[in-house]
């Protein structure tokens, strides 16, 4: 099985900026979509950004021009960088691939004051 570690969450001000990092214990970006959710309290979770195996990115309106997918296949790791963060980011952030979920993380908290 595919196991995935979020990590890089925490407390920033509104304008702030944070860079998120998914580790997957063995090989599945090279072979896969992959996407980066997140969930805020009594909310369902959300996709918020895609990368393809060939590179191609697609963002939820609303983090379009802020956040920025990208992965290293040799490192089985992805990254979801944040910029211009809003109070209303504020989830837990996960990893997963976009279609046939794996095992859900712990994810990562990003909480985002105003």
């Known amino acids: 099985q595919v196991q995935f570690v979020e990590s890089g969450g925490g407390l920033v001000q509104a304008g702030g900026s944070l860079r998120l990092s998914c580790q997957a214990s063995?090989?599945?970006?090279?072979?896969?979509?992959m996407a980066w959710y997140r969930q805020a309290p009594g909310k369902q979770r959300e996709l918020v950004a895609v990368?393809?195996?060939?590179?191609?990115?697609n963002y939820v309106d609303a983090v379009k021009g802020r956040f920025t997918i990208s992965r290293n296949n040799a490192e089985n790791t992805m990254y979801l960088q944040m910029n211009s963060l809003k109070p209303e980011d504020t989830a837990v952030y996960y990893c997963?691939?976009?279609?046939?979920?794996?095992?859900w993380g712990q994810g990562t908290q990003v909480t985002v004051s105003s």
């Open positions: 063995r090989r599945i970006f090279s072979i896969n979509t």
């Open positions: 990368i393809s195996t060939g590179g191609i990115t």
């Open positions: 997963n691939t976009r279609f046939d979920l794996l095992s």
